[in-house]
């Protein structure tokens, strides 16, 4: 069986209904002419109603549906996408979340718009608590309910766009944004910058750190804020959120100095030994055998990550790398020193 051009990523965490609305509007959704399509549904350890959810629409939908599921151990959604690539076997990778229901001309605007380096960004527009109890309990028709967010919403789209464009063109912020919940990339970029990266653990970041990790890459974020669109249903902020991502491990992470473009624990775990390091400065001899642990750059290429000896001192030019780190002295001498900066760095990369 010949593979679809788009895989349909819908993550999902034990909501049901709302996956229910989100598959419908997937299956009534345009993908456009001549295009074929899957839905690989994310799971991050739901309860058995949403597979039963899953399985009945599969026995309905005119397009293949597979359901990666994870076991609930935490907020996974950045292992739980990558789950769902790898058991994927479209060349474009749309990421929806299993909250939103896309509008009609969503899938085929990222079909048309994303390619290899250049990746589509779409739209939402909100649904209040009261609409979506109401559209949940069949008082208001998915139609209406889409047509009266779109047009309540038309003025703070324009100003975002207007805003992206103003963004772009002073190179202030990057932007725009690449929305987990409604965006498209290319399976060969994903793929080179190595998936989501699953050290996000719990609420927010996992999708600015892909973003920023492709744009290093040279992949565009072209934006469809304007007409690629779905309809974001009320939810409870995830407990995670803790007031706000200001507040929580996944920014301090986001926030640390440098990143790699090829995260490690991503669409494949790669140990040390398959990243390109580079030293500077004369090693004490106890941690010679930590040569023997790393790897090194690729002919022609700069290192991953620039390690400076403990006695390498912080002033000059230093050759071009994604990170620098100073490898640590061990805190009492009875401690491994091998050991020590093997913990060291599998802590900051």
């Known amino acids: 069986m010949a593979a679809p051009r788009l895989s349909i990523i819908l993550s999902t965490f034990d909501q049901p209904r709302e996956?229910?609305?989100?598959?419908?509007?997937?299956?009534?959704?345009?993908?456009?002419?001549?295009?074929?399509?899957?839905?690989?549904?994310a799971d991050d350890g739901s309860g058995p109603e949403t597979a039963a959810a899953i399985n009945g629409f599969a026995e309905r939908a005119a397009l293949a549906v597979i359901h990666a599921f994870q076991p609930k151990e935490g907020?996974?959604?950045?292992?739980?996408?990558?789950?769902?690539?790898?058991?994927?076997?479209?060349?474009?990778?749309?990421?929806?979340?299993?909250?939103?229901?896309?509008?009609?001309?969503?899938?085929?605007?990222?079909?048309?718009?994303?390619?290899?380096?250049?990746?589509?960004?779409?739209?939402?527009?909100?649904?209040?608590?009261?609409?979506?109890?109401?559209?949940?309990?069949?008082?208001?028709?998915?139609?209406?309910?889409?047509?009266?967010?779109?047009?309540?919403?038309?003025?703070?789209?324009?100003?975002?766009?207007?805003?992206?464009?103003?963004?772009?063109?002073?190179?202030?912020?990057?932007?725009?944004?690449?929305?987990?919940?409604n965006c498209a990339v290319h399976r060969t970029d994903l793929e080179r910058v190595n998936g989501f990266d699953e050290r996000f653990v719990g609420w927010g970041l996992e999708d600015d750190d892909l973003a920023r990790r492709l744009r290093r890459t040279g992949v565009e974020v072209r934006d469809g804020t304007l007409d690629?669109?779905?309809?974001?249903?009320?939810?409870?902020?995830?407990?995670?959120?803790?007031p706000s991502v200001h507040h929580t491990s996944n920014y301090r992470y986001f926030h640390r100095p440098g990143f790699l473009r090829r995260c490690r624990h991503g669409l494949k775990f790669r140990v040390l030994s398959e990243v390109g390091f580079q030293i500077l400065g004369d090693l004490p001899a106890e941690l010679a055998p930590l040569l023997r642990l790393l790897g090194r750059p690729r002919p022609g290429e700069d290192p991953?990550?620039?390690?400076?000896?403990?006695?390498?001192?912080?002033?000059?030019?230093?050759?071009?790398?994604?990170?620098?780190?100073?490898?640590?002295?061990?805190?009492?001498?009875?401690?491994?020193?091998?050991?020590?900066?093997?913990?060291?760095?599998?802590?900051?990369?």
């Open 75 to 181: 907020f996974r959604l950045a292992a739980a996408r990558n789950l769902a690539v790898r058991q994927s076997r479209g060349e474009i990778l749309v990421f929806i979340d299993g909250d939103s229901l896309v509008y009609p001309r969503a899938l085929s605007l990222h079909a048309r718009r994303c390619r290899p380096g250049r990746a589509h960004s779409g739209g939402r527009c909100h649904l209040s608590r009261i609409e979506t109890d109401r559209l949940l309990e069949g008082k208001l028709e998915r139609g209406e309910a889409m047509e009266r967010a779109e047009r309540r919403e038309r003025w703070r789209r324009r100003r975002r766009y207007l805003s992206n464009l103003f963004y772009r063109a002073t190179g202030f912020k990057a932007r725009p944004k690449l929305l987990g919940g």
């Open 228 to 242: 690629c669109l779905a309809l974001h249903l009320f939810h409870w902020t995830h407990p995670s959120h803790r």
């Open 19 to 41: 996956l229910h609305m989100a598959l419908s509007a997937i299956a009534a959704a345009e993908v456009g002419e001549g295009e074929t399509a899957e839905v690989v549904v």
């Open 304 to 349: 991953e990550v620039l390690l400076l000896a403990p006695n390498h001192p912080p002033a000059g030019r230093l050759p071009e790398a994604e990170m620098v780190l100073r490898l640590p002295a061990p805190p009492c001498p009875e401690a491994d020193p091998v050991r020590h900066c093997l913990d060291y760095l599998e802590r900051n990369l």
